[in-house]
């Protein structure tokens, strides 16, 4: 392992801190009480074909198709995209547009799956492959494309795509994200707790893809039970380069740049990536799925979700993809208040869910309900103070106060200038509004716009050069035409030249004459064929 | 008074002075023309429509630079387009010209493909060679790089090309969930 330049320690051996951030209270251990746990089968699933960052994936089963648990239900598209698969056996009842659970203001399509009960894997699935260690990189990184593997942490980027991306340097430590910081989320901590032993298995198969020795789990130093069941499992894996990590709970500490920040001392660059400090970031559930991936083929078809706040059995499931919201709810005890308001996601950086009947996803790490009473309500908004608490706590060091005038103006070059891209959405500068104002929403709302913006200049800009290159084709056609009659103009205008073309034209025809009249042709073709002749030879004379 | 007169024509020779620099500098260091066409062209929606009178965005954006056009002839652009122009030249915004055409919202060309006779007019007008096919091939808009000009229209001679309102994407409301909870440590 070589450390860069810029790295005068090894990331870990001591902690840095980041800008801003908030100390919050947590409310996890509520979820944590009862294991983890399968609910019982949904009557449906609802998967949608858009459950990672870039484009949807294209379903290659018809309506009506029988299908079995693991099987492919949708291959990934051209560019950044995964495959979504079949969370247990059935029929596909149905493929059409859906709102998207996590984005509630997109669609795409989805296919609805029947359960047949029998819960039968396809015979591709769950068989040995063979010794992961004898694996090119390659091949690691292309099974976790192919099992449809994306960043479980939240931000579903296609994971295939994130490790085999351009490196700015050679890669020397692999961190697994084990900072869950946002308040009532658990899952991460109750994967960790119950299979210790297969996350670190993930992540020793993806350092070996990725030829690193070192790997950080980081965890909240809180979590003292945690960091002993993570030792006695890397103590089974016989494994000495790994490390445990406690952070400080700051939230957004489980922020990937934050999170590098703080175990390296150095900022990702907001155009760049980890990689380009060498470094890899995967959630600890991702490398779970790495391990079920890899070790017994079997695509990412489950996730373990927290389902939390006013319900009246808060846990974690280990849920099938595409279980419906009310069947997690109905399971979980039901909502303890009828008008509790659901949000997918955590407290702060969550959605609203806005249909019951639609299925998780691969993103959806907590199912929380919020009871009225811990909801701040619109109408309590008041004017901007400019009392810059906000750009006091905002982990991405941007001035929000500035960047909310900018959004309510409309005025998105004042907000790209103000770097409104690089928000990371953690909500901080909402929780210490003294005006209640909500901010991230307004943030939200203007990175889609500024989004869209770039999208149509980037268009603007193909037509320009598809003109430009269409203007000089017909120009150069032009005068390569010009060029021609000019040509034809010349030899026209030159007796000799005139004259030696017509000779040569005739040249030509009398020797077609001869071969029609050797190979027996019709009478009349060849009286007509000598008038011609007779009449070219007067014409040239 | 003559220390009165001294200070008058001491400020007199400083001003014209520095007025004398100053216009040299802006006669040599001139906003050259290409610059000011890149810019303007940056402004134009790229729609390739012609609607301003002249045969593309580019040659309109000349125009504009060397004064010969007025601003306010881009349909497409709207009243976007004059407003960013007229910030960028110092001038006046003014209403579209409605000589030129009315805004309207983005298009996308689609050909009837029962109705195509494959006669390759619609590709010779397309701007952006958005329309694939050939001499007795049906033919397709490519929808990705179709800017809604609508010169495909005129020499259809089956009449075959509709234009769709392209739906713009969707807006996210504000608010559209406020569920700020008390979290306080």
């Known amino acids: 392992m070589s450390l860069p330049a810029s790295m005068t320690h090894p990331p870990g051996a001591y902690l840095h801190g980041f800008h801003g951030g908030l100390k919050l209270r947590h409310y996890k251990q509520m979820s944590t009480r009862l294991g983890l746990a399968r609910p019982p089968l949904p009557a449906y699933l609802q998967l949608s074909l858009l459950q990672h960052v870039g484009v949807a994936a294209e379903p290659v089963v018809k309506v009506g198709q029988q299908v079995r648990k693991g099987e492919l239900l949708a291959t990934a598209a051209a560019g950044l995209s995964a495959a979504v698969h079949a969370p247990t056996s059935g029929r596909i009842d149905a493929i059409k547009e859906q709102a998207l659970l996590r984005k509630p203001t997109l669609a795409a399509a989805a296919i609805t799956l029947l359960p047949d009960g029998h819960d039968e894997w396809h015979p591709d699935c769950q068989r040995r492959i063979g010794n992961w260690r004898e694996f090119s990189a390659e091949n690691i990184l292309q099974r976790i494309s192919a099992a449809g593997i994306v960043g479980l942490g939240g931000a579903v980027f296609p994971t295939g795509s994130k490790l085999s991306s351009q490196w700015g340097m050679p890669a020397h430590t692999l961190i697994i994200n084990g900072a869950e910081c946002e308040p009532y989320i658990s899952c991460d901590e109750m994967l960790m707790r119950e299979h210790a032993g297969e996350v670190l298995l993930g992540a020793r198969i993806v350092a070996h893809a990725l030829g690193i020795d070192d790997i950080i789990v980081a965890i909240e130093d809180q979590l003292g039970a945690l960091a002993r069941a993570l030792e006695a499992a890397r103590a089974q894996l016989d494994d000495a380069q790994l490390r445990v990590v406690k952070v400080p709970a700051v939230y957004p500490e489980g922020g990937e740049r934050q999170l590098i920040k703080m175990l390296t001392g150095l900022e990702v660059p907001a155009d760049g990536f980890p990689q380009s400090l060498g470094l890899a970031c995967i959630n600890v559930g991702t490398a779970w799925a790495v391990k079920h991936a890899l070790i017994d083929r079997e695509p990412l078809i489950e996730r373990v979700i927290t389902v939390t706040g006013a319900v009246r059995e808060p846990r974690n499931w280990l849920a099938l993809l595409g279980t419906p919201i009310e069947h997690l709810i109905s399971h979980s005890g039901g909502l303890e208040q009828d008008n509790a308001r659901l949000v997918i996601g955590g407290p702060i950086m969550g959605e609203q869910v806005l249909d019951r009947a639609l299925g998780i996803d691969k993103g959806s790490n907590c199912l929380l309900a919020l009871a009225p009473d811990r909801l701040r309500q619109p109408e309590q908004s008041m004017p901007c103070i400019n009392c810059g608490e906000c750009v006091r706590v905002c982990p991405a060091m941007l001035l929000p106060q500035l960047l909310y005038h900018g959004v309510r103006k409309g005025d998105l070059g004042l907000t790209a200038e103000l770097k409104l891209p690089d928000c990371i959405e953690c909500g901080c500068c909402d929780l210490v509004c003294p005006s209640h104002i909500p901010l991230t929403d307004h943030f939200r709302a203007g990175k889609q716009l500024l989004a869209q913006q770039r999208q149509q200049q980037a268009r603007a800009d193909k037509s320009a050069r598809r003109h430009a290159a269409r203007e000089d084709r017909l120009q150069q056609a032009a005068e390569q035409r010009a060029a021609k009659a000019a040509a034809r103009q010349a030899r026209a205008s030159d007796p000799a030249q005139a004259q030696a073309v017509i000779a040569a034209a005739l040249a030509r025809a009398r020797q077609r004459q001869q071969e029609r009249d050797g190979s027996s042709g019709s009478q009349a073709g060849d009286s007509q064929a000598g008038d011609v002749h007779s009449e070219q030879d007067s014409e040239a004379s | ?185």
């Open chain 2, 1 to 185: 008074m003559p220390a009165t007169l001294t200070l008058v024509l001491l400020l007199a020779a400083l001003g014209l002075g520095i007025g004398l620099g100053l216009s040299l500098a802006a006669s040599r260091w001139r906003d050259n023309s290409d610059a000011l066409t890149e810019r303007i062209n940056a402004m134009l929606p790229q729609t390739q429509c012609a609607q301003c009178g002249y045969p593309g965005c580019r040659p309109y954006a000349e125009a504009i630079a060397r004064d010969d056009a007025d601003i306010n002839r881009c349909p497409p652009g709207g009243d976007a387009t004059i407003a960013a122009l007229a910030e960028l030249l110092g001038r006046e915004p003014k209403p579209l010209d409605a000589s030129c055409g009315e805004h309207k919202p983005t298009l996308l060309a689609v050909i009837d493909e029962q109705r195509c006779i494959g006669c390759t007019l619609c590709i010779q007008a397309c701007p952006v060679d958005a329309i694939s096919g050939a001499a007795k091939w049906m033919h397709t808009v490519i929808a990705a790089e179709c800017t809604g000009c609508e010169l495909c229209l005129p020499p259809c001679p089956v009449d075959c090309i509709d234009l769709i309102e392209v739906t713009p994407p969707s807006q996210r409301p504000i608010p559209l969930h406020v569920h700020i909870p008390d979290l306080a440590a």
